[in-house]
């Protein structure tokens, strides 16, 4: 299983991005992924999670400016950030596993999760 992020760069406060997550090789139709957030000094955080549903889980700090929705024909998953400020600085991994319960993926996968991409940096800043 291979997972491989884009998108990620350099914006000004109030910008916006789009991270994108290709996964290949998973060996079954349905599974969890999510993106997830590391700043410097800090723990890994869940940003956004997407079932098999299609259902969505969000941390309090991006809801409303960033949302998370998956292609199933280019098996991609995407992570559109709007109004970005500087405490979303961090590197963003998206991440796969086989189905769970969300919320509690999103919250706690950032432990556990079994596959996850490279990374992709994003920094907010003038």
């Known amino acids: 299983v291979q997972l491989e992020e884009s998108g990620g760069g350099l914006v000004q406060p109030g910008g916006s991005l789009r991270l994108s997550c290709i996964v290949s090789g998973y060996p079954y139709n349905c599974y969890i992924m999510g993106w997830f957030r590391q700043a410097p000094g800090k723990e890994r955080e869940g940003v956004a999670a997407y079932d098999c549903d299609g259902d969505t889980s969000y941390a309090d700090s991006v809801k409303g400016r960033f949302t998370i929705s998956k292609d199933n024909d280019k098996n991609t998953l995407y992570l559109q950030m709007n109004s970005l400020q500087p405490e979303d600085t961090a590197m963003y991994y998206c991440?796969?596993?086989?189905?769970?319960?969300?919320?509690?993926?999103?919250?706690?996968?950032?432990?556990?999760?079994?596959?996850w991409g490279q990374g992709t940096q994003v920094t907010v800043s003038l």
């Open positions: 991440a796969a596993d086989h189905n769970r319960v969300l919320d509690l993926f999103r919250r706690d996968g950032g432990n556990w999760a079994k596959y």
